[in-house]
């Protein structure tokens, strides 16, 4: 227990290290400025940590262009950020944050049911695949590389970037407290916006609700809160532009901001058309397009730019109809597509009510603020549509929708309790339905939290592995069938191993290993293969280890002919392991 809360405690003294660091950065950069301009001292302080990341993140992007993403560089950055917040500090900056209110304190317990996810080794499919081995790489050679033997690795990579240093400095499981650090710096934007934009129950119902719909994104290391951390804060910054023009620098901010976003993911390209067209309606001045466009092209034009020139596709793979074909074909490109229909989903129920908005904008207290939210979740929700329709590629556009949806639920809730209060005769005549209808979203959202929190807490403290042997016990346990086979690896590192079906867990495989459903070392060129032609294949690009998963490949494991070419070396109900022959007897 005790060894487990040091554990605990030292990875969030790290995180409170790193977010005074980029606040630090942010800070410094946008000056006082970001007092007059977002009165709100929350939120401004919020957009400037938020800002300060993806200064962070450009940083990063530098030195490791440069060869320099090794540990000494990267502290002496983190060192760098916090001298810049000591000075900031000199100001007092706290002066003006005022009395916080209670609701505030009851967002801070909600938020805290999920401080344990982040703590747990990494154990998704997705950042065992690329995120962590991508970033890993990068650790390693302190450089950007493209690892042709993972997945997607023309891929836009920045919020990787921020993992690839935990990794330098410090471990994996800081790498799932950076993402879950995005998700925390969003529920608090949502907080300080949604009072900007209705009332204090409407934000707090919102914020809450983001926590809950974001729960399990808390204990990985993807990349989508990132995302919707930054999309989110651009479009804040946006709008806080919009309804006071008469400065350009809300405006430049939003715009980096969502190039950051863009730089990590390319579903982020699909806020751009939005956003440039707010610009260009509401500022005809070429200067200003021109100053947006290249705070958007800051963070990110380095990956696009590296595309085009290396492959001649800017969006590689994703372009290749249209740019051509480099290391997928049209076989890979159907095949990821078909793979997305076949996760097609819908929002979660919580988020419906937003559809009803545009009835409440008449009745809002800030109609322009109302606007340009249901301007931007009808087109979030309309893109996502035309293009994915996987519920996780929508949480950018979640924190817009949870205040939407919670101000047509608060607003449908008061006008049910308006006659019922008036028709009640109620004693007390400073009681009304605004009074009762706060009472019942605070009681709602505390039984929400006793809900929220209870479950998976014994589960995920259980998770907290902090020697390597309770590490590697608590991986055996989550990824049973995958225990035997790593630990092969692991004590015959060297090998050139070609693996079907593994890519789930080659985290935890020593690197590199070649294999997947795309590119060129794609199963359909090897696996499906007779045992003969296989092996030839095999040996023609030096392999000398073959993996196979077993569920699937039947019919390859029971041909006869793989003892011809092929030694077995291990094999357990999940995999089996075979050695290539050098000079098969047949031929």
């Known amino acids: 227990m005790t060894e487990k809360l040091i554990y605990a405690t030292a990875h969030y003294a790290a995180l409170a290290v790193f977010l005074l660091c980029c606040w630090g950065m942010g800070r410094w950069i946008m ?45 002496a950055l983190t060192a760098l950020g916090l001298l810049l917040a000591l000075l900031q500090l000199r100001h007092r900056p706290w002066r003006s944050a005022g009395r916080l209110h209670w609701t505030f304190w009851l967002i801070l317990a909600i938020a805290a049911c999920t401080v344990l996810f982040p703590l747990r080794p990494p154990l998704t499919w997705d950042e065992l695949a690329y995120h962590l081995p991508h970033a890993r790489q990068w650790a390693l050679s302190g450089r950007l590389q493209v690892n042709e033997w993972l997945r997607y690795p023309w891929f836009p990579f920045n919020y990787n970037l921020l993992y690839a240093g935990a990794l330098a400095v410090y471990d994996d499981v800081f790498a799932h407290m950076l993402h879950a650090y995005a998700g925390w710096l969003t529920a608090l934007l949502v907080y300080r916006f949604g009072l900007h934009m209705a009332n204090r129950a409407t934000a707090f119902l919102a914020c809450a609700l983001w926590l809950v719909l974001a729960r399990p994104e808390f204990a990985n290391a993807y990349i989508d809160m990132g995302v919707a951390l930054f999309v989110f804060a651009a479009f804040i910054c946006l709008q806080l532009w919009l309804e006071d023009r008469r400065s350009r620098a809300c405006m430049l901010l939003g715009a980096f901001l969502l190039g950051v976003a863009i730089g990590s993911k390319y579903q982020g390209l699909l806020f751009l058309p939005l956003f440039a067209a707010a610009v260009v309606w509401k500022d005809r001045r070429p200067s200003s397009w021109l100053l947006c466009a290249a705070a958007v092209a800051l963070p990110c034009i380095y990956w696009y730019g590296r595309n085009f020139v290396m492959t001649g596709d800017p969006v590689a793979p994703l372009g290749g109809r249209i740019f051509g074909f480099t290391d997928w074909n049209m076989g890979d490109y159907a095949h990821q597509f078909e793979d997305i229909r076949l996760n097609y989903g819908w929002p979660h129920p919580a988020l419906w009510p937003a559809l009803l908005t545009p009835l409440l904008i008449p009745r809002a207290r800030h109609r322009m603020a109302y606007a340009c939210a249901v301007v931007f979740g009808g087109y979030s929700v309309a893109v996502w549509m035309a293009t994915s329709h996987y519920p996780r590629y929508l949480l950018a556009a979640y924190p817009v929708l949870c205040i939407l949806s919670v101000s047509v639920c608060c607003s449908i809730a008061q006008w049910l309790l308006e006659p019922l209060a008036r028709h009640a005769a109620l004693v007390w005549a400073d009681v009304r339905a605004r009074a009762v209808l706060k009472t019942g979203s605070y009681a709602i959202a505390l039984s929400l939290l006793v809900h929220f929190a209870q479950p998976g ?92 998963s077993v569920a699937g490949r039947e019919r390859l494991l029971d041909d006869p002919d793989m003892a011809r070419y092929f030694t077995e070396v291990r094999s357990d109900p999940f995999f089996r392991i075979f050695r290539v022959k050098p000079s098969p007897d047949s031929e």
């Open 31 to 75: 000056g006082r400025q970001a007092d007059a301009r977002i009165q709100d001292f929350w939120l401004g302080h919020a957009l400037c940590a938020t800002f300060g990341t993806g200064v962070f993140i450009c940083a990063l992007q530098l030195l490791a262009v440069a060869g320099l993403l090794l540990p000494p560089f990267i502290l």
């Open 457 to 548: 807490i014994a589960r995920e403290w259980s998770l907290v592995a902090v020697t390597p042997e309770a590490r590697a016990e608590v991986v055996k346990v989550a990824l049973p069938e995958y225990a035997g086979t790593l630990d092969y690896l692991q004590k015959h590192r060297g090998l050139r191993v070609y693996q079907s079906g593994m890519e789930g867990a080659l985290y935890y495989a020593p690197p590199p290993i070649w294999g997947d459903h795309f590119g060129p070392w794609r199963y359909r060129d090897f696996v499906t293969l007779p045992p003969r032609e296989l092996a030839q294949r095999l040996r023609q690009q030096k392999f000398d280890t073959l993996v196979l």
